[in-house]
């Protein structure tokens, strides 16, 4: 179909004109004074957000890159970790701690539900030899739009010595997220999520006590080695050629992040989030996720009886150019997740809404038209959380 | 300093407008209909370049991430392996063969010269019992200029079962490279380089016989698993999210290399190379490397007696906004590198070429002004390699 799509999804996001237009420009060498500037800057920028002082690096790669850095760096073949796993990439980090010979015991939570900080405690009670390195969890959980309670996870681990290494890949920048004052080791996102930029970077950000670890640390890897990452980032380079156009949007986009205020950028999202909640439940269908663990990237919505979600995203891409994603794993056949992440307008939420409104009529499901867009105006009136 | 630099590097190479116009729009979904038409038709380009039906992955990263999935792929931990070193990329390989615990036995050879096939065919035929899985070897070495004869080399390793893996990163596209009729089993390059897009991406072509090896491997990796690569490729996806901007440039620029047709493309190269060793030579500097292994990617200029190569890098860009590479490791203080590959205009050679000539004049080296642009003037007026 022409024209221009409603992008919704919960990455890669729309790119705002001023990202566009940053990267529409001559390359630049990456060992040279401007690429220096430029690494510094961004990597300035990007602890912002991060709300840290700790080592930021920046890998060029898919944010699983920087999961597999997190868990390569920091743990050894026979190393004990705890996985807390609220969805697919809960499981993803349990498949890379089994390629690197991680030992992992895992908190698994039925898919849709967030993880119990509770059982996080108790879990660490009962390792009373310390046996357990790493936890690892998701910020938000992107499978199924599961917003992890982080603060308290972290309250959950603080007498105990493990490294704390979040997946924060779709919740950075959405959701607050406070890498030094929760105490989080290792702290992993993507440049194609809040950051609104193209995917091809990775961030990862590294404790004084997880460069420790990484000191003990036998298992070796190459292209992911952060001690290298940092050695070469003292120098204002990276080890290997970096995606040096991402660079170039991230930069103008850090400063659009600056000018709106983070406290703002997370508003906007959690407004958002009330919007779609708001309009899918108008229109009769239902969200996955509690209200109270709703992450402000995302919305998974169940798929109305008797209709199958490939349809319905089949139909909104075919008919109204309006793009979602679908459902990953176990939920592939029920659910399907509007994205409300990055550089997204309300007028996106409205055409979305109301095209999802024609889509599900057309597939038999009742409901009065334009009552979910109403839904979704008196939240954007209301503002978010209220 | 302001104004367009003149960029002379061996990658990443400047980017036609065509591209950057492609690159510069809307963001597009990465597991849907449009990518995956962009996907396989841009693996179909790449293919064309390679000169193979063998299959053929992207992987988000820099080339170095396409080394370590050479390794990492095809060789278990414990395997022997021939490691060929003309450089600062073949000791690399021995980086990542001694990171996945690839035991090696390497040939190396002087910084400067080439490969010699003849030697590599001794070693194999003392391999009488077959130990030696892989040959590992650099196409064009880009920290030295040097173009190793691929094809000879392929020669020598023909009685050998061992699978033969080419580092052709900066090689491919500029020098000719027949995959499938030289029996390569596995072949890198990288977007930055021939195929005149932004760094992000790294291609690497997988024979049958490599993918028995994969079979039997017993190093692990999750990131760089080529078989989740190519299971996922079947279905017109990546298994992680993708460079996705890289991939739309790379879908122009690959249209422009069709266009000019392969063998022009690298005559082009070869054009270009002439153009710079007899320039070079016309104001009395000298190529670090021998006419009959120049590679027409790049050209090493050894630094005129009593010269820094860093200060005449400095000087060219502060005073003349031209942009060439340092040298590696052990020639970091005796060459510069002048690049000649992908978007590379002849005015570009000449404009660097009297920037260079003026820049060493102020350092004390007599010369005769214009005489280098006199000289690849002339080459280029009557092509290459008469």
Redesign the interface.
Known sequence: MEG??V?L?P?????PQRV??A???????????EFKELLWEVTDGIKEIYQTNNDLLIL??????GM?AAVANFLSNGDKALVISVGAFGERFK??CS??GVVYDSLDFEWGRAADPELVSEKLREDKNHKIKAVLCQHSETSTGVLNDIEKISRACQDHPALLIVDAISGLGAADLKTDAWNLDVVIS?S?KSFMV???LATISVSGRAWEAAQKCNN?????NLKQAKNFFEQGQT????????FLGLRESLKMMREEGLPAVINRHYRYRDMVRAGIRAMGLEPLVDESVASPALTSVKAPPGVKPQVIRQKL?AEHNV?V??GQGKLADSIFRIGHLGFIQPGDIFSGLASLELVIRDLGVELEMGSSVKAAQEVYCKGAGD
Chains 1, 2 share one sequence.
Do not use: D, W
Request: with cysteine; hydrophobic share 35%; charged share 10%.
């Open positions: 221009n799509q992008f999804l990455g890669p996001t729309p790119l566009i237009r990267m529409a420009v001559p390359i630049i060498q990456h060992r040279g004074p060029t790669a898919s944010g699983t890159g597999e498949k890379i390629t690197f993507g194609q193209p995917p091809g070796k890897c190459y292209y992911f080890p290997f050629t970096p995606a040096v156009s991402v891409l793009v994603a679908g």
